[in-house]
């Protein structure tokens, strides 16, 4: 029985995506720029981060190749079968789905929208996501081809957040903070992380959906850690049960559309000893600062430069975890991100207008040691033409978060 490799259905209407049609036509007119500036006839877009950027459409790929082409006058997302039409529903262009009847279909659906006629000299892939098998089979059916990367020009122009991306940015900030607040209501000696994680990330669904009435709901997520547990700044919840004095971290973390946005604190449960609470108020000085330090035309090495001086004259630089912040916009935990604007030493981007990014610090006490347990505060800042607004409101430090029962 004979099947097609690849087809277009077009099932029910498009529906309301995040951004205007205009945001999108603005974006994909900025990449087509990039491709003539360097020579590019074609890019195939696979990561999800960029697909979602530029066309609004959120893959899933359960282990199937996911794609969207882009031409000078052509755009189409490439989807599995499996989805059916819920990708050309919520993509900013056309839609062509692949087939698993035959292997490889998914090639044969590039060239479908392309044609056979003008195969393309040059073509932009994204070198840090597309593996080595998958570029060996592209390879294969343009033989005469140059491939080119594309990933580090194609962050350098999602770093530079559009008027809308940061409304939905700030709308983020905003439900992130209403779970956290939630949080603080949950938290008592013997409630156990997951359910305190339950009732934050509930709390934060119901208000996206509120905000955003026409969204798809996925993937906003709590990690409430505890104890030991708050060692790593990503460290799944668990079911361990509160404790008097334990050391808590609240990370809350609403999804909206593909743009994560975070707040994280520490907190303790009704009481701390003298070696946390110095610790704590070391952690909160240096966020304190890191926050004063975040402006237009300061370079991100620089900051962490005066931060860590901070640390050492606290004590504490040994202590340190990771970088102090970094670049918010289509980002999650496992897609979307921007290296190029990470507040760390080996990083020297200067801070513009619209950029977005956080103040993290992070120092780690190990069991044994006094004050052991992991410390942070996490806030997002919009960096202005002039100045930058704090968008997180949450309060931190030890006059706000031990939580008394």
């Given amino acids: 029985m004979e099947r097609p490799d690849f087809f277009k259905l077009k099932n029910g209407e498009k529906v309301k995506l995040p951004f205007s049609n205009k945001e999108y036509d603005q974006r994909v007119s900025k990449l087509r720029s990039a491709m003539d500036k360097n020579n590019l006839d074609m890019i195939i877009l696979t990561s999800m981060h960029n697909i979602a950027y530029y066309t609004g459409f959120i893959y899933c790929s359960f282990g199937r190749p996911y794609g969207c082409v882009v031409t000078n006058d052509k755009i189409s997302t490439i989807s599995a079968n499996i989805d059916a039409s819920q990708p050309w529903r919520r993509s900013h262009c056309e839609n062509v789905i692949y087939t698993d009847w035959r292997r490889d279909n998914f090639l044969k659906a590039i060239v479908s929208i392309i044609g056979r006629d003008n195969p393309p000299k040059n073509i932009g892939i994204e070198n840090d996501h597309v593996t080595l098998d998958m570029k060996e089979k592209i390879g294969s059916i343009f033989t005469f081809s140059v491939f080119k990367d594309v990933s580090k020009k194609l962050m350098k122009l999602r770093m530079i957040k559009s008027n809308e991306e940061i409304e939905i940015i700030k709308n983020g900030a905003r439900i992130a903070d209403i779970g956290g607040q939630e949080i603080v209501k949950n938290i008592k000696e013997g409630a156990t992380e997951i359910e305190i994680a339950i009732a934050g990330r509930d709390k934060m669904e119901r208000e996206i959906a509120k905000t955003y009435p026409n969204a798809e709901y996925m993937d906003t997520w709590v990690w409430f850690q505890s104890g030991i547990n708050t060692d790593g700044a990503h460290n799944p919840k668990t079911n ?102 990470e507040l760390r030493e080996d990083i020297d981007t200067v801070l513009k207008e619209n950029m977005v990014v956080s103040m993290e610090p992070m120092i780690l006490i190990p069991e044994g040691k006094a004050g052991a347990g992991g410390y942070r505060e996490h806030d997002i800042l919009v960096i202005g033409k002039n100045k930058t607004e704090n968008i997180t409101k949450f309060p931190f430090g030890p006059e706000h978060n031990i939580i008394k029962e």
Avoid at 248 to 273: C, H, Q, V
Avoid at 304 to 325: D, K, M
């Fill in 240 to 341: 361990r049960k509160l404790i008097n004095g334990d050391i808590l971290s609240l990370n809350t973390f609403p999804m909206i559309s593909g743009y994560y946005t975070a707040l994280e604190r520490t907190l303790f449960l009704n009481k701390i000893d003298d070696a946390s609470l110095k610790a704590w108020e070391a952690n909160v000085k240096v966020h304190k600062r890191g926050l004063e330090l975040i402006k237009p035309g300061v370079k991100c090495s620089d900051i962490c430069n005066e931060l860590n001086e901070l640390f050492a004259e606290l004590g504490y630089l040994q202590y340190r975890t990771f970088g102090y912040g970094h670049s918010f916009g289509v980002l999650s935990h496992f897609y979307g991100r921007e290296a190029g604007l």
